[in-house]
């Protein structure tokens, strides 16, 4: 009985194996170029002083996922001078010039909620990190 069984389990897997359907390549697929999953990152230069009164050594940092639609914005500068009411401001300016150039006509969805973190850099300057994650429809 268990001969039968495994004999008839070979065949059923020879059987499968057998008739497995593959994927042929198209000559369409060949043609059409490959999707951009790239991160583009990018320095802002700080035009934005109005929005940041206070702060100082402001580095203004914009990663973008064309594929995803997908947008990280990091605001740095100095923990002594931060203000998270200036960040946002300025965030919120950055997102605005953003989506005219990409040509955006909807607001963007938050991907995560915004976050605070506090650090030291190379020269023991206590600095402050305040970043954004959000989604532009890229349909």
């Known amino acids: 009985m268990k001969k039968i069984l495994t004999l008839c389990a ?17 000559v369409e ?3 059409n170029p490959k999707v951009d999953i790239s991160t ?9 002083a109005e929005f940041h009164p ?3 050594m402001v580095t203004l940092d914009l990663e973008y996922t064309p594929l995803t639609g997908e947008v990280i914005i990091n605001y740095t500068c100095m923990s002594a001078s931060f203000d ?3 960040a946002m401001n300025t965030i919120d300016a ?6 005219e150039e990409n040509q955006f006509t ?3 969805a938050y991907v995560r909620k915004d976050r605070t973190r506090y650090f030291k850099d190379s020269r023991d300057i206590r600095m402050a990190s305040y970043r954004r994650w959000v989604r532009f429809d890229v349909r």
Do not use: H
């Open 10 to 26: 070979c065949a059923l897997l020879a059987t499968a194996l057998m008739t497995a359907q593959t994927t042929p390549t198209s």
């Open 29 to 31: 697929e060949d043609k």
């Open 40 to 48: 583009r990152v990018r320095q802002i230069e700080d035009t934005y």
């Open 54 to 56: 206070t702060a100082s």
């Open 84 to 86: 998270q009411g200036e």
């Open 94 to 99: 950055i997102l605005e010039e953003f989506a």
């Open 106 to 108: 909807t607001k963007p």
